[in-house]
């Protein structure tokens, strides 16, 4: 059972390049999320979805483009890199809030991280 | 959701129980207090979660005041391997989906 998985692990762009970042998760989660981390700080909340073919904002949401087209994935897209994007990336799945029993429990399960470098 | 806060770091020796705290004052009465654990800049790692009652697993024991202002997260016996960031969260349980995470309580353990 690989939980959440994230690709690249590392990656290093230049100003103005484009990426993007693969989540893949096999525990049948609707919600997915994508966080950043920058040094000394919490995460803060890029993106969301609460199911196939839906996202949603979260608190940092500019410079950045998601996408969930299959339930399993949810992809992180950056179109034209900046400096300030240097973070480490790290994405997450749960179940939907609110369903009755273990699934009310809302436990986010996260990946490894994706460390990202834009010079 | 509420805020929390914590205190920015922790010692504990080895073998002996870490007792990491969080305040979280304005929590509402529909607000869960959850914990998360980042070791060595990983992803971070659920540990435990409570609404009122003091709840205990195999990894934690956490122990609500009365008042729900505030929260203990206890190791009993901490090992290196506990060495970690430890985030306190506050959030309903339901209908919302997002964490607000703090900068969390830096623990280390002594040898």
């Known amino acids: 059972n690989a939980g959440v998985t994230q690709t690249p692990k590392f990656r290093v762009l230049k100003t103005g390049q484009s990426m993007t970042l693969l989540c893949a998760q096999d525990m049948n989660h609707e919600y997915m999320y994508w966080y950043r981390q920058d040094p000394g700080m919490g995460l803060r909340l890029i993106h969301y979805?609460?199911?196939?073919?839906?996202?949603a904002k979260g608190e940092v949401p500019d410079g950045y483009n998601v996408s969930r087209l299959k339930k399993q994935n949810f992809l992180l897209g950056l179109e034209s890199a900046a400096p300030s994007q240097t973070s480490v990336y790290f994405c997450?799945?749960?179940?939907?809030?609110?369903?009755?029993?273990?699934?009310?429990?809302?436990?986010?399960?996260f990946g490894a991280g994706t460390r990202l470098s834009v010079l | 959701d509420a805020k929390t806060t914590q205190p920015p770091s922790m010692d504990c020796a080895e073998g002996r129980a870490a007792n990491l705290p969080c305040n979280h004052s304005t929590i509402s009465g529909n607000e869960y207090v959850y914990w998360y654990r980042q070791i060595h800049s990983q992803g971070p790692q659920y540990i435990i979660h409570g609404l009122k009652n003091n709840e205990t697993n195999e990894m934690a024991s956490l122990i609500i005041t009365e008042d729900r202002k505030s929260s203990t997260l206890i190791l009993p016996h901490a090992t290196l391997r506990d060495t970690a960031v430890y985030y306190c969260?506050?959030?309903?349980?339901?209908?919302?989906?997002?964490?607000?995470f703090g900068t969390g309580t830096r623990l280390k353990v002594l040898a």
């Open positions: 979805s609460v199911g196939e073919g839906t996202t």
């Open positions: 969260i506050v959030r309903v349980a339901s209908g919302t989906y997002k964490y607000i």
């Open positions: 997450a799945s749960s179940y939907a809030p609110g369903l009755a029993g273990i699934l009310a429990k809302n436990i986010q399960y």
